[in-house]
Every structure is written in C-alpha cells, then in structure tokens.
C-alpha cells in the first residue's frame, strides 16, 4: 500500500457553502440533509465527509494517521485525517 499526500489542510464546508453544481452532485440527498452534510473540496471532487468509512487506530490506515477512507476502485481509495480543531482535513491517495 503507497499513500500519497501534501498534507495540506483543507477547509470543511457546510452544504450551504457549496455552489449549485457541487449541490447538484448530491441529488439523493434532500434540501435538510444537504444542508446539516460536511463537505471538502479534493482535487476538483467535493467529498461528503460522512460517505467515508472509518478506521480503527489498529488498522493499516489507522497505524499511519488516517480516520478513514473512501474506495475509488478496485485499487485506489481516498483517505482522510481529521486535525486536531477538527475544522480541517488532511485528503490523500491510497494505491493498492
């Protein structure tokens, strides 16, 4: 398994923060539950936060930082690592 990361916090967004395309992405969601959804914005993706999954501290991704991950194929996910005053993210690769 590789990680590739920057490590550059990025800021969490409120569905009221995103702009009508972004919103569009997320049409299964309802006009309530966009709204109270945290979102980051990832190389030209936004992620609703609460579609990843998260990890234990004894796992894998958990031994090198991560909360959890979010699969993008058979081979590739994307992580993320919560910071300390939790108003921010640290997004990365996972190659498999």
């Known amino acids: 398994m590789k990680i590739k ?20 992405e997320f049409d299964y969601m309802s006009g309530e539950d966009i709204a109270l959804a945290i979102f980051v914005r990832y190389k030209g993706h936004i992620w609703n936060i609460g579609e990843f999954l998260r990890v234990t501290p004894d796992s894998e991704l958990g031994q090198k930082g991560f909360d959890g991950y979010e699969t993008t194929s058979a081979f590739t ?7 300390e ?3 921010r993210v640290i997004m990365g690769s996972v190659y498999y």
């Open 5 to 24: 990361t920057n490590n550059t916090p990025r800021l969490l967004l409120s569905g009221y923060e995103l702009t009508d395309r972004e919103r569009e």
């Open 77 to 83: 996910a994307t992580v993320i690592r919560i910071t």
């Open 85 to 87: 005053d939790s108003d």
